[in-house]
């Protein structure tokens, strides 16, 4: 009897801690991003975290005055970017040059919320959803263009 009165202790312990742990909560775009605030930089992949619930690409961008800074680019899981056509350490490496379409943070500096990624070649992914669509961006903004999705990939998801 007393060894599982200890083993509920315990897991009663474990409980009330993991309750009491920080959890990073999922955010709406609106909570992090402004959509008045759009950028579209060129620049050079210091590092990829292909990551869950977000991905990140990070970007050496220059400025006009030779200032080079870092930023930071949040987009979709890598679940949803291997439907939509991405394939890790393939589709971009470190020190690759891409163009980065987005919408800055609402607090500024360098961060923000990627839509598209444009590669040296010219060719182009969808690498976050749009703001305010509400479906996780299966659904392109209104007036964009797109390709036909390939199968299994999510509606408005360019083609290979």
Do not use: C
Not at 59 to 79: C, L, Q, R, S
Not at 85 to 91: F, L, M, N, P, S
Not at 113 to 128: N, P, Q, Y
């Amino acid at each position: 009897m007393k060894p599982r009165i200890v083993a509920i202790f315990l897991a009663s312990v474990g409980l009330l801690l993991a309750a009491g742990a920080p959890a990073r909560a999922h955010h709406s775009f609106g909570v992090e991003y402004d959509a008045n605030k759009p950028v579209t930089l060129t620049g050079v992949i210091t590092s990829i975290e292909w990551t869950n619930p977000h991905s990140f690409v990070y970007i050496d961008v220059k400025g006009a005055d030779g200032k080079v800074t870092n930023w930071k680019f949040e987009g979709y899981p890598p679940g949803v970017l291997y439907r939509t056509g991405w394939h890790r350490d393939v589709t971009m490496k470190v020190g690759d040059t891409i163009t980065v379409f987005g919408w800055q943070a609402r607090t500024g500096g360098a961060w923000g919320h990627a839509r598209d990624i444009t590669f040296s070649d010219g060719k182009k992914l969808f690498f976050g959803p749009a703001p305010g669509t509400g479906d996780g961006g299966a659904t392109p903004p209104p007036g964009s263009v797109t390709s036909p999705a390939p199968a299994g990939a999510p509606a408005g998801a360019p083609s290979n």
